[in-house]
């Protein structure tokens, strides 16, 4: 058995497609969906995530502004920045890249973008909706992981999902995403002891821990769904996952390359929440 490996990469293709149409059709309505990014400092790492949401971001339509500061700013200057955004009518899309330098509170900025336009899904508010069910602006990386499973049409209802990860970025919130899609969850993090004992019983395993090659072929339940979230860079400067891939293709019955798995629907989320926060900010004011 060899498993189908789900293209995030094809997939974003597609849904960027589609949101390039609901786009055209928001601008004939006079709505242009904007998105702000801000940017503290010269990560190269940083700096080549703003240039793949950029990219996203033109393919479909978005009106797009980077603001782009040096890591001496204060912490007062950058909340000034998004209370401007925060009024600013022509974007509907706030996002600050991190990590921050270490004299910015990153709590105190992530509370500071009003959370209709948190596209990043990280305000109080929003994951507070999220957990109580209620509609709001998800985790791109969460939202684009259901997105692959659905269009892939991999049953969530009913099946056990394990998630390996308890980050507020990936782990909680994709946990609470497979709850809404009636799937029964179990969440694991670096101090589960009896890992392999529980990821074999997954019928999806979501792995999004950073630890390079963690999960193994013996890790996996035959015919699963396995979704890697990881994004490892090893001495040789190759990028790997956090399941062994050769490994896990001969096990799984679903699996996601790295790259090109789960990568690229978190940029096409990004540009998705930007869609959905315009519509929703312009009926508010209706």
Partial sequence: ????IISGKEISR???????????????????????IILVGDSPASLSYIKGKQKAAEEIGLHFKLEHFSETISEEFLLNTIDQYN????????????PLPSHINETAVIDRI???????????????KLVTGQDSLVSCTPAG???????????????HAVVVGRSNIVGKP????????????TCCHSKTSNLSEITKQADILIVAIGRANLIKGSDIKEGAAVIDV???????????????????????????????GV????????????????????????
């Fill in 1 to 4: 058995m060899t498993a189908k």
């Fill in 14 to 36: 597609q849904k960027r497609s589609e949101l390039a149409l609901e786009v055209k059709a928001l601008k004939e309505e006079g709505i242009h969906p904007g998105l702000a």
């Fill in 87 to 98: 009024r600013n009518n022509h974007f509907h899309g706030i996002l600050v890249q991190l």
């Fill in 114 to 128: 009003i959370p209709e336009k948190d596209v990043d899904g990280f305000h109080p508010i929003n994951v507070g």
């Fill in 145 to 159: 992981i259901i997105e692959m499973l659905k269009i892939e049409g991999i049953q969530m209802a009913g099946k």
């Fill in 174 to 185: 994709v946990a609470q995403l497979l709850l809404k899609e009636n799937a029964t969850v």
């Fill in 230 to 260: 990881g994004m490892n860079r090893l001495e040789s400067g190759k990028l790997t996952g956090d399941v062994m891939f050769e490994e896990a293709k001969e096990i799984a019955g679903y699996l996601t390359p790295v790259p090109g």
């Fill in 263 to 286: 990568g690229p629907m978190t940029i096409t989320m990004l540009a998705d929440n930007t869609v959905k926060a315009a519509k929703s900010i312009v009926k508010a004011k209706a």
